[in-house]
C-alpha cells in the first residue's frame, strides 16, 4: 500500500524476502501531481511537515480509506484467486547489495510455523505518550492477525523473531546494528538499503527463513519512519506487519486491499483478512508452488466467501 516494494530475495546463508511496502509515493493513484513534488524538494522540508502534507494530499483525493471498502469495491471469488497468486507467488524486487532490481519470477509460498513473538523497539525521538499509541494500534493489530490467521502472534521479550523498529532515519542504524547481533540475517553491513532509506519510503519489511526446502518464515524486521503523520503511521503498521506474515507482493489485482501500491486503503480490509485466512489454511504448507497451489487456492477461497 503506501508505496510497496515487496518480497525482494537475497541470498547469504539465509534465503531474505525484502518489503518496502505500502509507504512510498509512486502508487497506482499517484500521479506526478501527488507525488509529492507540488510540496517542493523533501529534501529541503523537514520530513514530517513534508509527511503532514503529503498525507493531506492523499486524504484529498479519497485515498489512506479505513471503512474496509463497501458497495464500491465488490469482488469475488475469482477476484480473491487473482490477488492471492499475485501476492503469494510472485516478488516484485530483487536485492542486490543496496540496490533494487525488478523480478517478475515465481516464488514458493512463505509462512510462519512457529509463533510470532513481537519485539518494538523505538528510537529515543519518540515520545512515550506516542509510543503508547503506536503500542496500542500494534496490539490490536495482531489480536486481530492472530485471530484472522489462527496462529499465535504476540508481543514478547522471549524467543524473539521479529522486530518492528518504529525510529528517525538517524537512528535506524544504531537500532538495527543491535539486533544484527541477535539476527545476523538483518546485519545493516550485509544489507546497506535497510539503513539508507529513501524519503519516498515510509517503511519497509523483511522476512527470512533457512535455504533448506520448504522450510517457513522463521524471522522477520519491520522499520517503520517515525516522522510519519497518524494516518501513513497506520497504514505502515498495518501493511508491513500483515505482509510479514506471508503475503509480500503488492497487486493492482488486490482491492479493496493494503497489498496495492493505491495507497486507497490505510487499514486491513475484509478481502485482506480472507487473503490471510487462505495463505494460513492448513492445506497451504510453506513451500508449495504456485502451479501445486492453484486448485487448493480457488477451493479455500470458495469455502470462506460462502462463510461470508
Not at 184 to 198: K, S, V
Not at 236 to 259: M, Y
Not at 264 to 292: C, H, M, V, W
Amino acid at each position: 500500500m503506501l508505496k510497496s516494494i515487496n518480497r525482494i530475495r537475497a541470498i547469504f546463508s539465509l534465503v531474505i524476502f525484502l518489503l518496502l511496502s505500502s509507504c512510498g509515493d509512486n502508487g497506482g493513484f499517484l500521479n506526478k501531481k501527488m507525488s509529492g513534488e507540488e510540496f517542493g524538494d523533501p529534501q529541503e522540508t523537514k520530513l514530517g511537515k513534508y509527511y503532514s502534507r503529503l498525507e493531506e494530499r492523499k486524504i484529498s483525493l479519497s485515498l489512506l480509506r479505513q471503512d474496509g471498502g463497501g458497495a464500491d469495491t465488490p469482488f469475488d471469488v475469482d477476484d480473491i484467486v487473482e490477488a492471492f497468486e499475485q501476492l503469494a507467488f510472485y516478488n516484485e524486487y530483487d536485492i542486490d547489495k543496496n540496490k533494487l532490481l525488478p523480478n517478475s519470477n515465481a516464488v514458493s509460498l512463505a509462512k510462519w510455523k512457529t509463533t510470532a513473538n513481537i519485539s518494538v523497539r523505538f528510537g529515543g525521538s519518540v515520545d512515550e505518550k506516542q509510543k503508547d499509541k503506536d503500542l496500542k494500534e500494534i496490539n490490536s493489530l495482531i489480536s486481530n492477525l492472530s485471530k484472522i490467521t489462527n496462529h499465535k502472534i504476540k508481543i514478547s521479550q522471549q524467543n524473539v523473531n521479529m522486530y518492528v523498529v518504529v525510529a528517525k532515519q538517524k537512528e535506524i542504524k544504531d537500532l538495527i546494528s543491535e539486533i544484527g547481533l541477535k539476527r545476523p540475517e538483518f546485519d545493516p553491513n550485509r544489507i546497506p538499503i535497510i539503513t539508507l532509506l529513501p524519503k519516498d519510503i515510509h517503511c519497509m519489511a523483511m522476512t527470512s527463513m533457512s535455504s533448506e526446502p520448504n522450510s517457513a518464515i522463521s524471522s522477520a524486521l519491520v522499520i517503520i519512519r517515525s516522522e510519519l503523520p497518524t494516518i501513513m503511521r497506520k497504514a505502515c503498521i498495518h501493511e508491513e506487519i500483515a505482509q510479514s506474515l506471508g503475503l509480500t507482493n503488492d497487486s493492482h489485482f488486490a482491492r479493496p486491499s493494503i497489498f496495492n501500491d493505491d495507497d486507497e486503503f490505510a487499514t486491513l480490509t475484509k478481502f485482506d483478512e480472507i487473503l490471510l485466512q487462505i495463505l494460513y489454511d492448513n492445506r497451504l504448507y510453506p513451500g508449495i508452488s504456485e502451479k501445486e497451489a492453484s486448485q487448493l487456492v480457488r477451493q479455500i477461497a470458495s469455502e470462506i466467501n460462502i462463510a461470508l
